[in-house]
């Protein structure tokens, strides 16, 4: 992977951080059968450590303390369910983080909206504070359904939910939402 060698340090450690996490449940699912709780509690530690290291963000670092505290749990008990607790952990930093910026504006997809249209109009922020509402209600969600898979699905329920369902649920809020911008950004009362 060419692109990869041009990032930095810092790039490449956000990048292994955003892998990891997002491999997790399938790492966990597929080391179950060779590995007990405790060592793959330090899958969990690694992210944590790695993403202390990568940020500088509180919120981020207080996300990698409560995962921590998940893989000692963990690894203490040689139990697997503080391990299936990590996308509830993950959806949960995700919700604060965009609660907040509705709170604390710009919101976090006024932010993202401004990187493309500085300028951003009334309209256009309004529309970005529905969107950033609609995800926290996504991150609710889906940190129920994460939650009720690490308490009462088997593993491999587990594994599928958040290592596969929740991407493509994601992917499909991301196009929904694209597709709905097209339109309002289109709209000659926009411009």
């Known amino acids: ?92 930093v995700l919700l604060v983080v965009f609660a907040t910026s509705l709170i604390h504006p710009p919101t976090i997809i006024e932010r993202l909206a401004r990187l493309r249209e500085p300028d951003l109009p009334i309209a256009g922020q309004r529309y970005t504070r529905r969107v950033t509402q609609v995800w926290c209600v996504f991150f609710i969600g889906n940190g129920a359904i994460a939650l009720g898979t690490a308490l009462w699905a088997s593993p491999a329920t587990w594994a599928l939910y958040n290592g596969l369902i929740s991407y493509a649920l994601i992917g499909t809020l991301f196009a929904g939402e694209w597709l709905v911008r097209r339109r309002v950004m289109s709209r000659p009362s926009h411009g």
Request: hydrophobic share 65%; glycine share 4%; net charge positive.
């Open 1 to 92: 992977m060419p692109w990869l060698a041009r990032l930095t340090i810092a790039e490449r450690m956000r990048f292994t951080v955003v892998a990891l996490t997002l491999a997790y449940p399938v790492l966990v699912y597929f080391c179950l059968d060779h590995f007990e709780p405790r060592w793959l509690a330090l899958l969990l530690a690694a992210i944590a450590v790695l993403r202390a290291i990568a940020t500088r963000e509180l919120v981020w670092i207080c996300a990698g303390a409560g995962a921590l505290v998940l893989a000692a749990v963990s690894a203490l008990g040689n139990e697997l369910l503080p391990l299936k607790l990590y996308p509830v952990l993950v959806n949960l």
